[in-house]
């Protein structure tokens, strides 16, 4: 069981400010996505198309705004306090322990507990899951498909089917081509249902050329029906084709189909909504929930814009509704990070 002033949920730009503004509140954060990278919809849907209308920054991309904000709240964001590949599952609140003390539990699908003083929900759309390959007959989860490329590398050496036609799938295949010797697989198939892609036009002309050259070969086909070993593992794949069918065997299968938002369990943690939303006190950001917060996308009030500033406004005044509800005592004054001993010291930077 993890204590801890806040956690965060959501490691997108909403939640990544939630935790800097925390910090110059001294409030410490955990954070947990269930993405393996953060950076929300910026890196999941579009890391490198410019944004032109974050205040002061005339332009930047979702990966390089990710990377500004990661730096930004390094302070008080160490790797120890950032839960990735774990989705929030539950969220109980102990009516019995006063407002102000660890009154929030929550876990994780990968069994991680946390006891919290405030809980900001920064869950965007919802949690970000794979979309998933129909596999007819498919048996449980087989240790060799995989729906990420982060992480290890298990096909290093190996047959690597990468199954999709658009943007991740064509980018999944360059990343493999150019990965190091020791994390490269040693054949890849692109397995994808016509010989048509629906991606970026220089990821296209890549992966033709990829093609072109056998460093990958193209299996077109719809998957009917798998083969799998007595301990799981997929060993083939069976395919419709124009011309009839075809086996095709692979040592691992990774899917490349995109991310979907899923609000999943979320609705059911008792919070106020509307249409998919928790309603807040625009004042505040504080849901109906004494104690816990929603911001950026999840959240909706009057006037409200799915904007990125309009985000960052939101996590800061919630870190600031939440420390005067968590310090009733201390007197609230607004301090400015050029000119506050206590800010400069909190960054590090006095
Ligand atoms: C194509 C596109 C272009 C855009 N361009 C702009 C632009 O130019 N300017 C602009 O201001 N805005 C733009 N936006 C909107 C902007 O990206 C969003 O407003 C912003 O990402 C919202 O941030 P967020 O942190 O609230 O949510 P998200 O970015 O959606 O992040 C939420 C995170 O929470 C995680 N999560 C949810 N539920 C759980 C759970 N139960 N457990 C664990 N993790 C969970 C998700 O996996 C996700 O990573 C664009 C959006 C899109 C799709």
Redesign the pocket.
């Known amino acids: 069981m993890i204590h801890t002033d806040a956690v965060v949920?959501?490691?997108?730009?909403?939640?990544?400010f939630q935790v800097f503004q925390l910090g110059l509140l001294g409030l410490q954060a955990h954070v947990?996505?269930?993405?393996p990278e953060?950076?929300?919809?910026?890196?999941?849907?579009?890391p490198d198309?410019?944004?032109?209308?974050?205040p002061g920054v005339p332009v930047c991309t979702?990966r390089s705004l990710t990377a500004q904000l990661l730096e930004q709240a390094a302070p008080f964001l160490s790797a120890s306090r950032m839960h990735l590949g774990?989705?929030?599952?539950t969220l109980a609140v102990d009516d019995t322990v006063p407002l102000g003390a660890h009154r929030f539990t929550l876990h994780?699908d990968q069994g991680l507990a946390f006891r919290a003083r405030a809980v900001f929900?920064?869950?965007?759309?919802?949690?970000?899951?794979p979309r998933a390959l129909a596999l007819p007959g498919l048996n449980g989860a087989p240790a060799n498909l995989h729906h990420h490329l982060l992480g290890a590398a298990p096909w290093a050496g190996q047959h690597l089917t990468v199954a999709g036609g658009g943007d991740e799938a064509l980018h999944t295949v360059l990343t493999l081509l150019d990965a190091p010797p020791a994390q490269a697989p040693a054949r890849i198939s692109l397995l994808h249902r016509r010989d048509q892609f629906q991606a970026e036009p220089a990821l296209d002309v890549a992966v033709r050329d990829a093609l072109a050259k056998g460093r990958v070969q193209l299996v077109l086909g719809v998957p009917q029906g798998v083969h799998q070993a007595a301990d799981g593992r997929l060993l083939a794949i069976d395919l419709a084709q124009a011309d009839g069918s075809h086996v095709h065997t692979t040592d691992h299968l990774l899917v490349q189909l995109g991310l979907s938002?899923?609000?999943?369990?979320?609705s059911d943690w008792g919070l106020p909504m509307a249409r998919k939303q928790i309603n807040v006190d625009p004042a505040t950001f504080a849901s109906g929930v004494p104690g816990v917060y929603a911001?950026?996308?999840?959240n909706t009030y009057p006037g409200k814009k799915?904007?990125?500033?309009?985000?960052f406004h939101e996590a800061t005044l919630a870190a600031h509704a939440a420390s005067a509800l968590l310090n009733p005592d201390t007197p609230q004054h607004l301090l400015y990070t050029t000119t506050s001993p206590l800010l400069l010291q909190r960054l590090g930077r006095a």
């Open positions: 949920i959501g490691a997108g730009p909403a939640g990544l947990i996505d269930a993405l953060p950076g929300g919809q910026c890196v999941a849907l579009y198309k410019p944004i032109y209308d974050i979702g774990q989705q929030v599952d994780t929900v920064a869950a965007g759309a919802g949690a970000f899951v938002p899923k609000l999943g369990p979320l911001v950026g996308d999840i799915r904007l990125l500033l309009c985000a």
